[in-house]
């Protein structure tokens, strides 16, 4: 069902407290590698429509079947990289129509390089795939770094199942390196042997173990980014607790503590849970920041700087592009409508000083859970209504439900 809201220009508690469920990139790297090591159990996984898509996916067990991963895009990458490995299975993989249009060829082609059995159904290059499963000999492969680091996490997920492990050469420069350095770090968290050295990943081989092993996923950081903006644009005071985060986080958007300085954000650690506190008003002339290890939260800092007043450039978004929409067209085009004014190349997005912002704005989410939560803080400076809403289930199910708890005011449009 596809749900309009309208959120009216809202003062919020100075004081709440949310539970943020567990990370989709840890849940998920997690969730494939529970699918490979019988003896793991997880906890406080992620309750997203992506993580449930793949915990579905991975429990089906016909030797034959299609499965649709909808919008999906890392279930369609480590997926792809798991069945290839599972003897004796034949699926395909397909998804949403932008799924189709998102690319897939690099990963592939790196699987073929260790002996995979996979054909593109449609269209060279994208979904749907058919995927044929076998026992992979080969254990070196190279791939373009620069793309998506979801390729990258996909081969290192599979590799310890692989015969003599996996020696992976990284061409170019390598971008979302610490969503790399969390799939590592989650590996050796069950005992497999790793190194990243200068353009080469090694993983070593390793066996099924008896010894039960209990995970807990830490929450989502990428989610807390939108508490972020809600006390940066909120009155000096406002407290908002956020659970459970760790201040050594695997997750690369955890930089979120020190970006928020700059809007005056103190966030406070202790008891497995953040305090993010407005401190004082902060109005720096210009926010400058290369995003390339944390994109995900490029638009959020962009919709943040724009309530704020603040003039902001933006670089390191290249991945943006090939994410659920070209997130950076979106911006573009919805912070236009409330009165932006705002360039973007293929890397980057400038945004000049906004003196007000235009009300009652309808912003399009182009079926991206990112565009819809990014706007969301802006009702604390004017009536703003969200269309096609209820895309946030894709990350953050509960979002509009915590808005409500901490004090915005929602209502169907």
């Keep these: 069902m596809i749900m309009n809201i309208k959120l009216h220009q809202s003062q919020i508690q100075q004081k709440s407290e949310i539970a943020v469920t567990g990370s989709k990139s840890e849940t998920n790297r997690l969730l494939l590698l529970q699918a490979l ?189 939108y508490f972020y903006s809600i006390v940066a644009l909120s009155e000096i005071g406002t407290e908002i607790k956020l659970s459970s985060y760790k201040q050594n986080s695997l997750q690369g958007d955890s930089v979120l503590a020190e970006i928020y300085k700059d809007f005056g954000v103190v966030t406070k650690f202790g008891n497995n849970e953040i305090t993010l506190t407005k401190s004082k008003i902060i109005n720096p002339k210009s926010i400058i920041l290369n995003l390339n290890e944390a994109p995900d939260i490029a638009q959020t800092i962009a919709v943040t700087c724009f309530g704020l007043g603040i003039s902001c450039h933006l670089t390191g978004l290249h991945t943006l592009k090939i994410k659920e929409t070209d997130r950076l067209e979106a911006l573009r085009s919805e912070l236009e409508k409330l009165g932006a004014k705002i360039k973007i190349t293929n890397n980057s997005l400038t945004l000049e000083v906004s003196s007000e912002i235009n009300p009652n704005k309808a912003i399009a989410t182009y079926n991206d859970h990112r565009m819809a939560m990014a706007f969301a803080p802006l009702a604390l400076k004017t009536d703003i209504i969200i269309n096609d809403a209820e895309v946030v289930s894709k990350s953050f199910p509960d979002f509009w439900k915590d808005l409500k708890h901490i004090g915005f005011k929602i209502k169907n449009s």
């Excluded at 793991?40 to 429509?49: G, Q």
């Excluded at 790399?180 to 990943?201: C, D, P, V, Y």
């Design 37 to 225: 090591f019988s003896n793991i159990s997880l906890e406080n996984t992620s309750n997203s429509d992506d993580s449930e898509v793949m915990m579905k996916a991975l429990v089906q067990n016909p030797t034959s079947e299609i499965i649709d991963i909808h919008h999906a895009g890392t279930a369609m990458r480590f997926l792809t990289a798991y069945f290839a490995t599972q003897e004796n299975r034949e699926v395909i993989i397909t998804g949403s129509p932008r799924m189709k249009e998102r690319p897939i060829k690099i990963l592939v082609e790196a699987l073929q390089q260790l002996g995979a059995t996979i054909s593109y159904e449609e269209n060279e290059g994208f979904p749907p795939i058919k995927i044929t499963g076998k026992k992979l000999s080969e254990s070196k492969v190279s791939l373009p770094a620069d793309v998506s680091s979801q390729y990258i996490s996909a081969l290192l997920l599979i590799a310890p199942k692989l015969e003599n492990g996996l020696e992976l050469t990284l061409e170019g420069k390598i971008t979302s390196i610490p969503y790399i350095k969390m799939t590592l770090a989650l590996l050796n968290e069950i005992g497999i042997e790793t190194s990243f050295e200068g353009n080469i990943i090694l993983v070593k081989p390793k066996a099924n173990s008896q010894e039960s092993k209990v995970l807990t996923v830490e929450s989502d950081w990428s989610s807390a980014s």
